[in-house]
């Protein structure tokens, strides 16, 4: 593969980031784009990928904070325009977030490729959740508006998404609101080369292996987004994480063991972590649970390395990079890892403790108090993660996928 111009526009938790840097030691000139504010940890790439960027930012990396609003999602074109000059010279650019909707801005012989995240695809696309925001919205005379706006913000992500030569996306049957508005997608562009992928760059994270501590289970990470009331029995009811099962089963644990220590991040919307609250309150769980800010990745990892055991999300969403980051440091992760979707996508025997129910995550528990069972079990998910989830794997499938797609990628 020839050395390439390669642009990265939308960084959605930083996850772009990984697959920059991978292009970026491989020789090629890569100019990345950081929008978020400073204080936005989860999108700025020196929180999540500490070890490989630093702040001042290398040249390749810049930076262009931008307000998020509602002008710029519906004039996206104006909104972002510094950012759309600096991709005139890419041979490839890589479109994430809101960057997908600049894709008719692109250089027209450049290589487009969609980098989908989830919500830039299954919400900002979705023209059935714009109805479902808009009746949902608790002021009747503003709710036109934000149908409006929605509706606009989802025929730009769209249209932007129909440009694209190769749409990247999680594995099919993960989520069938993306996947079907892929299939639409690609009804449109039958030359869009589709490249499934699941991943997280773990040496660009600092994340390393350590073995458990032998001690009596008591330090429960719980790192997963609120998302309750607002998505179930809805259009958005794939975002549901389960965090009302995951409270309902640490407080049945707690009676059999007093002394856990549960640590929630204070992410998603605010009617859920209210509610969440409530839950740990009438269920005698507050006692045992310290709520903490989103912080930067370097403090999560020790978070990780301090903990007994890890739940990620049990409910319709998917196990998420919280799971995959847990599997890597050698920690039992009880998550609903969607064995529907991924026993093809997997060779391997997984060992995520599967739990959908409240029950489930409760016998997780129980088993996980025996010392031995826990550490065999972190180290069967560290081998796990290392040879099925690290970007490497997928980094192949975009060289191979740019060989072979587009225009400005071909020699």
Not at 65 to 91: E, W
Not at 293 to 305: D, H
Not at 365 to 381: F, M, N, P, Q
Request: with cysteine; proline share 6%.
């Amino acid at each position: 593969m020839k050395k390439l111009k390669i642009g990265f526009v939308g960084s959605m938790n930083a996850m772009p980031m990984g697959y920059a840097l991978r292009f970026k030691n491989d020789g090629h000139d890569v100019r990345y784009i950081v929008e978020a504010a400073p204080d936005n940890y989860l999108m700025r790439p020196e929180h999540q990928y500490h070890e490989a960027i630093q702040y001042p930012y290398p040249d390749w990396v810049v930076e262009m904070p931008v307000k998020d609003s509602v002008p710029g999602h519906v004039f996206p074109a104006i909104t972002y325009r510094a950012a759309c000059q600096l991709m005139a010279d890419r041979n490839v650019v890589f479109l994430n977030d809101y960057g997908i909707a600049l894709a008719g801005q692109m250089p027209s012989d450049a290589t487009l490729v969609a980098l989908c995240s989830g919500a830039d695809l299954d919400v900002v696309c979705n023209y059935q959740a714009a109805w479902t925001n808009a009746r949902a919205y608790p002021h009747r005379l503003v709710a036109p508006a934000v149908l409006a706006f929605s509706l606009v913000r989802a025929f730009n992500q769209r249209r932007g998404l129909k440009k694209c030569d190769v749409i990247s996306y999680f594995p099919k049957g993960l989520n069938p609101v993306g996947d079907s508005i892929i299939d639409c997608v690609v009804r449109r562009n039958r030359t869009a080369k589709i490249v499934r992928r699941y991943d997280v760059n773990f040496a660009a994270t600092g994340a390393t292996f350590k073995p458990i501590v032998e001690r009596r289970l008591t330090k429960i990470l719980v790192p997963v987004r609120f998302n309750i009331s607002p998505y179930r029995g809805t259009a958005l009811d794939i975002e549901y994480k389960g965090n009302d099962l995951i409270i309902g089963a640490l407080a049945k644990y707690r009676r059999r063991n007093p002394s856990i220590e549960v640590k929630f991040f204070l992410k998603g919307h605010a009617e859920d972590i209210h509610a969440a609250r409530k839950m740990c309150k009438d269920l005698g769980l507050s006692g045992n649970v310290e709520w903490l800010a989103p912080v930067p990745l370097p403090s999560l990892m020790e978070y990780f390395y301090d903990c007994d055991v890890c739940i990620d999300q049990v409910g319709t969403h998917w196990m998420g990079a919280i799971g995959a980051l847990g599997l890597y440091c050698g920690r039992p992760v009880i998550a609903n890892a969607r064995p529907d979707v991924f026993s093809k996508l997997w060779v391997a025997p997984n060992p995520i403790l599967q739990a959908t129910t409240a029950d489930e995550i409760y016998e997780h528990l129980v088993k996980c108090e025996d010392i031995a069972y826990r550490s065999t079990t972190g180290l069967r998910g560290h081998l796990f993660a290392k040879e099925n989830l690290d970007i490497d794997v997928f980094y192949r499938r975009f060289v191979d996928a740019l060989n072979v797609s587009g225009r400005g990628a071909r020699a």
